[in-house]
Nanobody, 121 residues
Framework: QVQVVESGGGLVQEGGSLRLSCTVS????????MNWYRQAPGKQRELVAD???????DYADSVKGRFTISRDNARKTVYLQMDSLKPEDTGVYYC???????????????WGQGTQVTVSS
């Protein structure tokens, strides 16, 4: 069974920084995209940043220039460095990974339990 576990959330003042980590464990084949989503209270879940196996990276416009996504394929871990945090960055941050078979067939879309990030003004 595949497990996805996030860590690194917390309470920080506006302008501060946090670093989130997400590690995949268990029997997993090939991991392709690794993504960070967030959900603010009363809002829909949104994609914050994603990174492919080959290193292609995309960010939501709201976090460009402030957040940095990276991954360690050997450790099956993805990171999200969040700088210059704003109160509107507050929410639950979720890690999502796409698992493929060796033949390139999607095997699973796995989610973590989420980690709370709160930015105070």
């Amino acid at each position: 069974q595949v497990q996805v576990v996030e860590s690194g959330g917390g309470l920080v003042q506006e302008g501060g920084s946090l670093r989130l980590s997400c590690t995949v464990s268990g029997r997993v084949f090939r991991i392709d995209d690794m993504n960070w989503y967030r959900q603010a209270p009363g809002k829909q879940r949104e994609l914050v940043a994603d990174i492919s196996t080959g290193g292609r990276i995309d960010y939501a416009d709201s976090v460009k220039g402030r957040f940095t996504i990276s991954r360690d394929n050997a450790r099956k871990t993805v990171y999200l460095q969040m700088d210059s945090l704003k109160p509107e960055d507050t929410g639950v941050y979720y890690c999502n990974v796409e698992e493929f078979s060796d033949a390139g067939v999607l095997r699973g879309d796995h989610w973590g339990q989420g980690t709370q990030v709160t930015v105070s003004s």
